[in-house]
């Protein structure tokens, strides 16, 4: 596979798995308390005090989160970009030639 294809896969793969914790950080970004604390209220009708409890426990588990994510980084690298290359192996297969040479040059590009 082109050196350039892989890294570009492999970036991918670490945008995906790292989204869920960009995805909660605009989250709370785009709404105070975050969207997962207003669904909460919305279904449980909470109290100011729990709403701000469970705001800076939300908090707390973001910062955990993003010190595993960087913590671990370099080890999911691998097997990121094996998963990544095992599933665009996949989707070749499933093109028929014409439609395999023309993904391998939009992926050149």
């Not at 800076?56 to 989160?65: N, P, S």
């Amino acid at each position: 596979m082109n050196r350039q294809v892989a890294t570009v896969l492999l970036m991918c793969g670490l945008c995906l798995g790292l989204g869920f914790v960009a995805g909660r950080q605009s989250d709370k970004e785009a709404a105070p308390g975050g969207v997962h604390l207003k669904q909460l209220d919305a279904a449980l009708d909470l109290r100011t005090d729990q709403m701000a409890a469970i705001d800076e426990l939300l908090a707390r588990h973001d910062v955990e989160v993003q010190g595993l994510v960087d913590e671990h980084r370099e080890a999911l690298r691998k097997p990121l970009a094996d998963s990544l290359t095992r599933t665009e192996e996949a989707i070749l297969a499933l093109l028929d030639e014409d439609q395999r040479n023309k993904y391998r040059e939009l992926a050149r590009d």
